[in-house]
């Protein structure tokens, strides 16, 4: 399974971006997708999950904030960020798995994408 991220950026606070995340390789080994982001300096942190059956997943620090899609049809996984703000500034990853207990958790997924930078400043 491969994953690639885009749709990274600088964007002031307030704004919205949309990350994407095209997947490719067995269909199984993404029943789960995910995303997470790191600042500098942090720990990876989850950010929002979804099933294959659409069943959704949101942190907290995210939730009203972003909104989580997937297309089957087009093996992609998007996120949707709103109102962002200048700690929401960090590398965005997506990952995906087969079987996921823990969808909060980074080493429940299988494959990672190679992350796609967000900035938030104005």
């Known amino acids: 399974v491969q994953l690639q991220a885009s749709g990274g950026g600088l964007v002031q606070p307030g704004g919205s971006l949309r990350l994407s995340c095209a997947a490719s390789g067995r269909t199984v080994s993404r029943n789960y997708m995910g995303w997470f982001r790191q600042a500098p300096g942090k720990e990876r942190e989850f950010i929002s999950a979804?099933?294959?059956?659409?069943?959704?997943y949101y942190s907290d620090s995210v939730k009203g904030r972003v909104t989580i899609s997937r297309d089957n049809a087009k093996n992609s996984v998007y996120l949707q960020m709103d109102s962002l703000k200048s700690e929401d500034t960090a590398v965005y990853y997506c990952a995906a798995g087969r079987s996921v207990g823990r969808v909060t958790v980074s080493d429940e997924y299988d494959y990672w994408g190679q992350g796609t930078e967000v900035t938030v400043s104005s």
């Open positions: 979804i099933r294959r059956d659409g069943t959704t």
